[in-house]
């Protein structure tokens, strides 16, 4: 049997994944995707942001996606993908919503999430 060698999760491709996940489970695959990336040599890691993702089904997440996109860029000292430039919400939207979550979202999203309407603390995305 020949195996497959390892490809590590895209965007684009944990943007497929999404559309077909409930919330507790995409959390899990979000966590998946910010482990393939941390690991990934820097030089490699614009290629997992690359290709747009297709819409998901649900706009925050999709949003969330270029958040993210342009979020992973800037720590690696490069410029977000131009697809990421056309996604934002018209509201707010507090992926963890208990009254804490919220008042600490609020106060230190990440500027990529916050421009876009996505209020989700750092430490959500600590897996990078």
Do not use: C
Not at 76 to 83: L, T
Not at 106 to 126: D, I, K, M, Y
């Amino acid at each position: 049997m020949e195996t497959q060698p390892y490809q590590p999760l895209s965007l684009a491709r944990l943007g497929r994944l999404l559309a077909t996940a409930d919330d507790s489970r995409r959390w899990r695959l979000v966590a998946e995707f910010l482990e393939d990336y941390r690991w990934e040599p820097a030089e490699a890691r614009q290629t997992l942001l690359a290709e747009e993702p297709a819409p998901s089904g649900d706009t925050r997440w999709d949003v969330f996606l270029a958040a993210l996109a342009e979020h992973l860029a800037a720590r690696d000292d490069q410029g977000a993908p131009d697809w990421a430039d056309q996604r934002s919400l018209h509201q707010f939207w507090f992926p963890f919503n208990t009254p804490a979550a919220r008042v600490d979202a609020f106060v230190h999203a990440p500027a990529a999430f916050r421009r876009r309407g996505v209020f989700v603390a750092p430490e959500e995305l600590q897996v990078a």
